[in-house]
Nanobody, 114 residues
């Protein structure tokens, strides 16, 4: 399984970014897709995840600002990030789960300037 993410970049505080991630290489649809992030010196943490039955979970600090959505037919997941804060600065990783196994894409840098 390969995951191709795009959409990171530099934005001022209060701005918005849209991350996209497309999965390929599996004959199965993903059980879940989501986004994690890792800031320097910190552990990787869950940002948001969406399951195949539509259940969604957000990390507390992003709830109300970020929206995860999926296009199951295309095995694509999006993360709309609004009202960005400097503390959202991190490398964002796309994750996809198939048959109980997790797959990761290369990270995309999101930098929010104050």
């Amino acid at each position: 399984v390969q995951l191709q993410a795009s959409g990171g970049g530099l934005v001022q505080a209060g701005g918005s970014l849209l991350l996209s991630c497309a999965a390929s290489g599996s004959i199965f649809s993903p059980d879940a897709m989501g986004w994690y992030r890792q800031a320097p010196g910190l552990e990787r943490e869950l940002v948001a995840v969406i399951t195949s039955d539509g259940a969604i979970k957000y990390e507390g600090s992003v709830e109300g600002r970020f929206t995860i959505s999926g296009d199951g037919g295309e095995n694509t997941v999006y993360l709309q990030m609004n009202s960005l804060k400097p503390e959202d600065t991190a490398v964002y990783y796309c994750m996809s789960q198939y048959q109980g196994m997790d797959y990761w894409g290369k990270g995309t840098q999101v930098t929010v300037s104050s």
